[in-house]
């Protein structure tokens, strides 16, 4: 049972891990969330003058330390540019490490739906479709889409296809031979 479990998660960890991969390299399909802007030099030598801490920034705020702060701090603010930074000292070539931490990620998801779609015990393959889509469609609601209400990306219908297509295939392998609804049948 165990290295059912474990070469079911592994096969989950492959289909996510390379369906990132060509979302996010071999095709670009995230290409217009993380453009090439022509005057980045510029930007990049006035940011290192400014001597920023690495962090995060939501460009214009209101100051924090202003008193008081109310909603109405915010109006001057409204319909005027705005951006976020996400500000690094240093670009570090971390690619196997990166890679390693994704594959383990993407495992350790396996694990976790195989062990809720084992509870739902044999499925048709609409059954096993509706559970994985189930499942896509939380993910894509209470991450990326929730994100997108607030600070709009330009990849979001990208990152629902992230959510979907990888479930659509697991949901095939699990109606199809993990949890087939002709184990019932047999018995």
Not at 23 to 36: D, E, F, I
Not at 107 to 122: D, E, T
Not at 152 to 164: F, Q, R, Y
Request: charged share 15%.
């Amino acid at each position: 049972m165990i290295k059912k479990l474990l070469l079911r998660s592994l096969a989950i960890a492959v289909i996510v891990f390379f369906w990132q991969f060509i979302s996010h390299a071999a095709a670009n399909l995230h290409g217009s969330s993380q453009q090439y802007l022509a005057k980045q030099d510029t930007i990049m030598t006035f940011l290192k003058s400014m001597d920023i801490q690495q962090g995060e920034y939501l460009l214009p705020q209101i100051d924090p330390n202003k008193p008081n702060p109310s909603m109405s701090d915010w109006e001057p603010l409204m319909g005027k540019p705005w951006l976020f930074l996400r500000y690094y000292e240093s670009r570090q070539n971390v690619m196997g490490i990166s890679l390693l931490r994704g594959f383990i990620t993407d495992w350790i998801f396996g694990l976790i739906l195989l062990m809720i779609l084992s509870s739902f015990g044999p499925v048709n393959l609409k059954k096993s479709m509706g559970l994985c889509m189930a499942i896509a469609i939380m993910n894509f609601i209470v991450i990326p889409y929730t994100n997108h209400i607030w600070y709009p990306k330009a990849d979001i219908l990208v990152s629902l296809l992230d959510c979907v297509l990888p479930m659509l295939i697991i949901a095939f392998l699990n109606a199809r031979y993990w949890h087939p609804e002709t184990m019932v049948k047999a018995a």
